[in-house]
């Protein structure tokens, strides 16, 4: 008696595609060398180069998007506040002048610098060329300058003369 061997029905036959990968197929009445629909990969030949291109378009769409709304958002928030630039566009020298004039006519110059974001020499080498160009006077107070606009120097400073001319 001879002994025959069948492989059962319900293993899966491996069977080449015709990308060159090894399928497998439940052997469900299936015919060897034939590979059922609903066991092949869902692809196409060249989807992969479209699924990249559709990427890429839609990419596209969406940096065209965000430029366009960039551009038509930025007038508006320009339009909002047009005083804040005025005061942007004040030169050191007035800048100086203005907290002097709020602050009576004369401060210290170390109260200046604590009032800007500007280093010591800066501002000393900036009330050096107001006062050569005569629109503040510098005091010296032991190791500190007083600095003050013209006309509210103190009277103490001042020669007798200067005291009767006012």
């Not at 197929?25 to 992969?48: D, I, K, N």
């Not at 630039?85 to 050191?92: A, L, N, Q, S």
């Not at 800048?95 to 401060?107: F, H, K, P, S």
Request: glycine share 8%; hydrophobic share 35%.
């Amino acid at each position: 008696m001879s002994v025959r061997r069948r492989a059962p029905r319900s293993i899966g036959a491996l069977v080449p595609s015709t990308s060159g990968a090894v399928e497998s197929t439940v052997a469900t009445g299936a015919r060897p060398g034939f590979v059922s629909w609903s066991t092949r990969p869902l692809q196409l030949e060249g989807s992969a180069h479209i699924a990249a291109l559709v990427g890429m378009i839609a990419l596209a769409l969406l940096g065209g998007i965000l430029v366009a709304r960039n551009r038509y958002e930025e007038p508006a928030s320009l339009a909002a506040g047009p005083e804040t630039h005025h005061e942007e566009f004040v030169t050191d020298r007035e800048r100086v002048r203005q907290l002097l004039r709020e602050n009576g006519g004369r401060m210290k110059q170390s109260s200046i610098v604590d009032s800007v974001d500007w280093s010591k020499a800066k501002v000393s080498r900036l009330l050096a060329d107001l006062e050569e160009d005569e629109q503040i006077t510098k005091l010296r107070l032991g190791r500190e300058n007083l600095v003050c606009l013209p006309g509210h120097e103190p009277t103490a400073s001042k020669s007798p003369e200067q005291v009767n001319d006012d």
